[in-house]
C-alpha cells in the first residue's frame, strides 16, 4: 500500500506564498500522474493541478498563474508553488497519485491532507 506523505501546509495572510510537498513511500516513477486537490468546508474536493510521468502539466482556472505544480525525481517529491494566496484558497490540500493502464484508472492514492488557511 503506497502512502503520500503531504506537509508545508499553515496560516498565512493574503498575498503570501506557500509551498506544499507530497512524498510517497513507493518510486514516483511508478504514477502515471500525480496531483493536488482540494476541499473548502462545505464544498466539493476539486482539482487544483496535476503532472503527467512526462512533464504535463494543467491547472484549475481559479489557480492559473499562480500555482505551479513540479517534482523533482531526484528527491522523489511533488511540489505545489502557491503565490499570491487569496482567502478563497483556504482549504485542505490532498496530494493524489494515479495509475494508468491506457485511458483505465487502475489504482488511485491520496494523501492525508495539508490544511492552508488565508485569512488577514
Request: net charge positive.
Given at each position: 500500500q503506497v502512502q503520500l506523505v503531504e506537509s508545508g501546509g499553515g496560516f498565512l495572510q493574503p498575498g503570501g506564498s506557500l509551498r506544499l510537498s507530497c512524498v510517497p513511500s513507493g518510486s514516483i516513477f511508478s504514477f502515471?500522474?500525480?496531483g493536488w486537490y482540494r476541499q473548502a468546508p462545505g464544498k466539493q474536493r476539486e482539482l487544483v493541478a496535476f503532472i503527467t510521468s512526462g512533464g504535463k502539466t494543467n491547472y484549475a482556472d481559479s489557480v492559473?498563474?499562480?500555482?505551479?505544480?513540479?517534482?523533482d525525481n531526484a528527491k522523489n517529491t511533488l511540489y505545489l508553488q502557491m503565490n499570491n494566496l487569496k482567502p478563497e484558497d483556504t482549504?485542505?490540500?490532498y496530494c493524489n497519485a494515479d495509475i494508468y493502464e491506457g485511458r483505465v484508472?487502475?489504482?488511485e492514492y491520496w494523501g492525508q491532507g495539508t490544511q492552508v488557511t488565508v485569512s488577514s
Open positions: 502515471t500522474a500525480m492559473k498563474g499562480r500555482f505551479t505544480i513540479s517534482k482549504a485542505v490540500y484508472l487502475v489504482t
